[in-house]
């Protein structure tokens, strides 16, 4: 497996011990669910006016020791009494791991307008919400640079899409009342010095299509063609892009040289952010030892700062899944990922040989949901569910590879069940891992 050729290792701090959770926090939880299903109690109107609800946002779990590891079988687990010995999870239901930084700072439930969509599964995973730090909430599009459409459907088409992400800033969409899909015949391309912040806001109604025939979203920092903005192009913190309230469907990256994988999108410098959307049958190369990502691929975030995936959904239903030769959801090299109440499943890995690719094979076939190269870098789940993803090599559910072992995952009140295929579980069943990659998991379930 190789490192990503970028970059630099950042330095993490790991804060002083958190205490153990209160009732405060029970109920906070309580009401961060009902808020997700549409429900508002009064008590948590109120907890909005009161110090000791907004004291719940940094109240979480300590940090158990680094390294441990967890059972070698395929028995169920469940923390508590399931997780590696010596460890009482190491993240936060804020969907914050406890080494991202002690400071207080908001946490509720993100607004999703698609919990009950027209078609195809819902985004994310509607069961029991993690709160979400404010970095990872939408974006306010409330005073647009660019709205595509004059109010009809006809009037939203792939050209008008591709001028405004050249343009950047915030877009919205001006389609009409009903659903509707906007097909490109290219991939539209974040200019690197047209804004710093490029969003995307769909409304829930706007699902973009690739048509089988192309990829829909690409930046590149790195990319001379969306010319250079800093002599670090590897490290930069712009542009920053969040994609929100859409569906990407139908993208094919197969036809990309260069720049392969991601599917849908394809992302490296800046920052990006994914929040209440959704990824249906994209696909990119069906074979390659470290190509993958048919949903989105990602290099080089500024400083290490890791990609937010919020209430969004890859797959999600029997016949909506997304393919390639590796990460069948998401794939990344030297990359960090934080992902929040979301669904991986019904996706598939199908490359063959793995990485480095066996003699005589093509490689590939690893991470049927999500695929993690590199050194530093941490996985991070809450709230995430990940099942039925199929793999031909390893990492049914998760590959995670930190190629120098300095890299770990967390996991918190999620659930990893029924993914297929694949060998190499050392610590849990699903997981490919290094044996001593620490996993520190909490309130959830592997089996």
């Known amino acids: 497996m190789r490192a990503s050729p970028w970059g630099a290792d950042s330095d993490r701090k790991r804060p002083a011990m958190l205490p153990e959770p209160t009732a405060h926090f029970h109920l906070h939880r309580f009401a961060a669910r009902l808020e997700a299903m549409g429900r508002t109690p009064c008590f948590w109107r109120a907890c909005a006016l009161s110090l000791s609800c907004l004291s719940v946002a940094v109240i979480g779990c300590g940090s158990g020791p680094e390294g441990t590891n967890g059972p070698h079988d395929d028995t169920m687990v469940e923390s508590g009494a399931g997780a590696p010995p010596g460890s009482d999870g190491d993240q936060n239901r804020d969907g914050r791991p406890d080494d991202e930084g002690s400071e207080p700072f908001d946490s509720m439930p993100a607004d999703n307008p698609l919990t009950n969509p027209s078609s195809g599964p819902p985004a994310g995973n509607l069961g029991t919400p993690c709160l979400v730090p404010s970095e990872a909430m939408p974006e306010d599009v409330s005073n647009p640079t660019t709205v595509i459409g004059g109010g009809t459907p006809g009037s939203c088409t792939g050209e008008a899409f591709i001028d405004a992400v050249a343009r950047g800033g915030v877009i919205t969409f001006a389609c009409g009342q009903d659903p509707v899909e906007i097909t490109l015949d290219r991939p539209a391309k974040v200019v690197n010095d047209a804004s710093p912040e490029v969003v995307i806001d769909g409304g829930g109604l706007v699902t973009l299509s690739g048509g089988g025939r192309t990829r829909i979203l690409y930046m590149n920092t790195c990319d001379q063609e969306q010319v250079w ?40 410098g800046g920052r990006l952010k994914v929040v209440n959307s959704r990824f249906f049958r994209n696909v990119c190369a069906d074979t390659g030892p470290d190509v993958g990502g048919a949903g989105i691929r990602v290099f ?47 996706n598939r890995a199908i490359g063959n040989g793995g990485n480095p690719a066996q003699g005589g094979t093509p490689g590939g076939g690893s991470g049927g949901g ?33 190629n120098d072992h300095s890299g770990s995952i967390e996991i918190s009140d999620s659930i990893i069940t029924g993914n297929q295929g694949g060998s190499w579980y050392p610590t849990y069943p699903q997981i490919s891992n290094h044996d001593d990659t620490p996993i520190h998991v909490e309130n959830s379930t592997i089996e």
């Open 370 to 402: 999500i695929y993690n190269d590199g050194n530093t870098m941490t996985l991070s789940l809450c709230g995430t569910r990940i099942e039925r993803n199929q793999v031909n090599s390893h990492g049914s559910a998760i590959f995670f590879v930190s």
């Open 229 to 268: 903005t800093t002599p670090h192009c590897d490290n930069q913190d712009h542009p920053r892009l969040t994609v929100q309230n859409l569906t990407f469907v139908d993208a094919n990256s197969k036809s990309e040289g260069k720049y392969d994988g991601g599917g849908a999108i394809w992302t490296r």
């Open 300 to 346: 080089d975030q500024y400083q290490d700062q890791p990609v937010y995936v919020v209430n969004s959904t890859f797959g999600g239903a029997e016949g909506y899944g997304n393919v390639c030769s590796n990460g069948g959801g998401v794939s990344s090299i030297g990359v960090s990922w934080r992902i929040i109440n979301s669904l991986f499943s019904h």
